[in-house]
């Protein structure tokens, strides 16, 4: 019998990525099987699924927390027909395993398969990707038959017996680089898949106290798709060259070529650069729930695996001064690179789908 993998969730470029990584591994590992994604309308997993070349289906599903009232209540309307969705995809696929790897979407899936996945033995399991679990994470452990960890310590925080410490599963491109070439100084700049108006708006205010360092630096940029037009506009306007994009895709050539990497904190950030070997100042998104990305980037800095600015308390003039540091002081990135490499799970992926698809070949 084909095995059928379902990968659910997303909302965020990590929280795909990852299922992504996952979903690779079953394939090399299961050739013939089928495997599903199942995400939110709306989502950016509506752009990326597709082009990893896997089929997607999606729910129409909004948020619980940190959002308003009246997009509270539409989300409350919403559950029911995003359960009933959930149940018949579960019905027509009737998959072997089925994963949530974060985003709200997962929930009504997960949820479902433990409701009536019982009838022909689907299993089910969780990934949590961060320093604090998520509140979609908290609800479904309970439901799910493993909970799969990408921190050590957080493990604490979820029924012993069915949690495992695997790691942060990353693409199979992310893969460690040599030190990249320290002149040109290269700086790659992202915020995550939707970009960061935050880490853009420092990058910005420390081009004129860089002025002198210009001709030594080289600039990429991912600025996301709402914040593209006031970069490029901010580059011209301070006369500074790079490449600016809104969405970058080939994410490993910029590891490769970069001596220094600015970007957020999230789990999948964090792993890839571990996985790359690359130094980089985080600043974390401070508006994630529980505070889960500076909580993140304090695991690898106290590690001397990077360093952090806070945004809100940071300005252009702190990072200038970072930047500074780091060009003047090579050894300085040499020793963030060797101390995030500790941070690398290696066989994450491997791990995870070993653990969730244990009885395939059984029934293959």
């Known amino acids: 019998m084909r095995s059928t993998l379902i990968v659910t969730g997303g909302g965020t470029g990590g929280h795909l990525f990852a299922g992504i990584s996952i979903a690779d591994e079953w394939r090399l590992r299961f050739p013939h099987s089928r495997i599903l994604f199942v995400g939110a309308k709306g989502g950016i997993e509506e752009r990326l699924v597709p082009k990893a070349n896997y089929p997607l289906e999606v729910l129409s599903l909004g948020s619980l927390k940190g959002v308003s009232t009246f997009r509270r209540l539409k989300t409350f309307f ?204 985080l600043i974390p998104f401070p508006y994630a729930s529980d505070n889960h990305q500076e909580k993140n980037a304090k695991l690898f800095v106290n590690q001397g695996a990077a360093d952090i600015l806070i945004q809100g308390r940071a300005k252009g003039e702190d990072l200038a001064l970072k930047i500074r540091a780091a060009i003047a002081d090579p050894l300085k990135i040499d020793a963030l690179e060797r101390n995030v490499a500790g941070f690398h799970a290696g066989e994450s992926p491997g791990r995870i789908v070993s653990l969730l698809g244990a009885d395939a070949e059984k029934r293959n």
């Open 78 to 281: 919403q559950i029911p027909f995003a359960l009933f969705k959930a149940a018949f995809i579960l019905i027509r696929e009737k998959p072997q395993a089925v994963i949530g790897v974060g985003g709200y979407a997962s929930g009504p899936v997960v949820l479902m398969a433990r409701a009536i996945g019982w009838s022909w033995g689907v299993r089910t399991a969780i990934l949590e990707q961060n320093a604090v679990p998520g509140f979609t994470n908290r609800i479904l452990a309970r439901f799910s038959h493993s909970v799969f960890c990408a921190f050590p310590g957080i493990e604490g925080h979820f029924p012993k017996s069915k949690t495992h410490l695997t790691g942060n599963p990353v693409r199979k491109t992310m893969i460690p680089f040599k030190p990249a070439a320290r002149e040109p100084f290269t700086l790659f700049v992202f915020g995550g898949s939707l970009g960061a108006v935050g880490i853009n708006s420092l990058v910005i205010e420390a081009f004129p106290l860089l002025a002198d360092l210009m001709p030594r630096i080289q600039w990429i940029h991912q600025t996301g798709e709402k914040d593209y037009t006031r970069v490029v506009e901010a580059y011209a306007k301070a006369g500074v060259s790079g490449r600016v994009e809104k969405f970058i895709y080939d994410m490993p050539a910029c590891y490769e070529a970069a001596s220094l990497v600015i970007c957020r904190a999230g789990s999948s950030t964090l792993a890839e650069l571990a996985a790359v070997h690359r130094a980089a100042i």
